[in-house]
């Protein structure tokens, strides 16, 4: 169901929820450069919804807050409509849930800000679904060489599905990575994308 007042959902569509949400107005949603909407960027105080602050959850006539806008450990939520995607109606609902921001978030980081050129050298930090999806957008942008470097050297297999043509294991030298990374790429790459989530 929809509230009053939004006018771009409609009761039925497939929808995936956001938890970086765009307001669509501000001049981050109208960025290139940025997606840190100013209305609905994550914040993880706010426990209620934007307008009033109050929460649309309870359970025993006590409130429960909302989680980083999007509430996605309930079975049923309530979201600001910035905070959702229209999906194609098409897409199986059970797969697309699995890989909602995870692959997306990694593609669309590669595509849309570091657009690597076609024939260009990426190099990918991390190969769960976020470096996953980057690699798969370097893939799409016509990079020659995806270097993805990952702990866990039983990620190259599934990795090169998405695109990873060299992996790197920092365990498996004695040298810091990037030392790694310039050595086999005579300098460097020309993009990287961090993954891990630990810069």
Do not use: W
């Amino acid at each position: 169901s929809v509230g009053e007042g939004v006018t771009d959902l409609q009761p039925g569509d497939h929808v995936l929820p956001i938890f970086t949400g765009e307001c669509g107005h501000c001049p981050h949603c109208h960025s290139e450069e940025s997606n840190m909407c100013e209305l609905l960027r994550i914040n993880t105080e706010r426990g209620g919804m934007i307008l009033d602050g109050e929460s649309r959850f309870s359970i025993n006539g006590k409130p429960i807050h909302h989680f980083l806008g999007t509430s996605t450990f309930s079975e049923y939520t309530v979201v600001h409509s910035g905070q959702v995607v229209k999906i194609n109606p098409k897409a199986p609902l059970d797969k697309v849930c699995i890989v909602s921001c995870g692959l997306t978030t990694g593609l669309g980081a590669t595509l849309n800000v570091a657009k690597p050129k076609k024939g260009q050298s990426v190099a990918v930090f991390g190969l769960g679904a976020v470096g996953l999806g980057a690699a798969e957008g370097a893939r799409i942008a016509g990079a020659s060489r995806i270097i993805g470097v990952d702990l866990n050297s039983k990620r190259f297999e599934e990795a090169k599905k998405f695109g990873v043509t060299e992996f790197v294991n920092p365990k498996e030298h004695n040298k810091p990575v990037q030392q790694v990374i310039a050595e086999m790429t005579n300098g460097g790459v020309d993009r990287s994308v961090e993954c891990t989530g630990s810069v």
